[in-house]
């Protein structure tokens, strides 16, 4: 399963987390890859997340607030996005092991890293598994992933009305 030469992304997803403190959530929503870090994250009814490659903006509707990030910053304090946006870091930050058919575990080579089962079909990402900092398990499900010829460079620039209130992260 080639991760590391993932070609551009489009799909809808699940997100589940199951934590002792929350209890079992789910979320759906849309995601869009592509290289040079660019990404898109849509939640139903809620919370944007684009990066253009070099800033990480994310926008809560409900709240009419936004923050925007330094990729590298946001890489640093979310691991798994650095994955996502830039899929040959896989070999220099985790170990491979066939787990069978199209299935691997990644095991960290650095400390902090989570562990990680990854599924996919035909080299396309299907599902993500790891168990977050706070015990809580994590899943990514992938229900529709496709691989687009090209993805519109608009796909990756962040939407945020006017009014709305922008947050500085600590730091």
Do not use: H
């Not at 403190?21 to 849309?30: H, L, T």
């Not at 890859?33 to 944007?48: D, I």
């Not at 926008?59 to 330094?70: G, L, V, W």
């Not at 691997?104 to 400390?111: C, D, F, I, N």
């Amino acid at each position: 399963m080639a991760f590391s030469k993932m070609p551009p992304l489009e799909s809808r997803f699940r997100q589940e987390s199951d934590s002792a403190v929350f209890g079992k959530i789910s979320k759906e929503g849309r995601l869009a890859l592509a290289r040079g870090g660019r990404l898109r994250v849509a939640y139903e009814g809620g919370l944007t997340v684009t990066c253009d490659g070099k800033y990480l903006v994310q926008y809560d509707p409900d709240t009419r607030t936004a923050q925007k990030i330094e990729l590298a910053r946001a890489v640093r304090d979310f691991p798994l996005l650095g994955l996502l946006l830039e899929p040959a870091r896989l070999e220099r930050l985790y170990r491979t092991d066939a787990f069978g058919g199209e299935t691997v575990k990644l095991t960290p080579r650095e400390a902090g890293l989570p562990e990680l089962k990854a599924t996919g079909s035909k080299g396309l990402l299907r599902t993500l598994e790891w168990t977050d900092p706070s015990g809580a398990k994590q899943r990514l499900e992938l229900l529709n992933p496709k691989s687009p010829a090209a993805l519109s460079p608009d796909t990756f620039k962040a939407q945020v009305p006017a009014g709305t209130r922008w947050s500085t992260p600590n730091g």
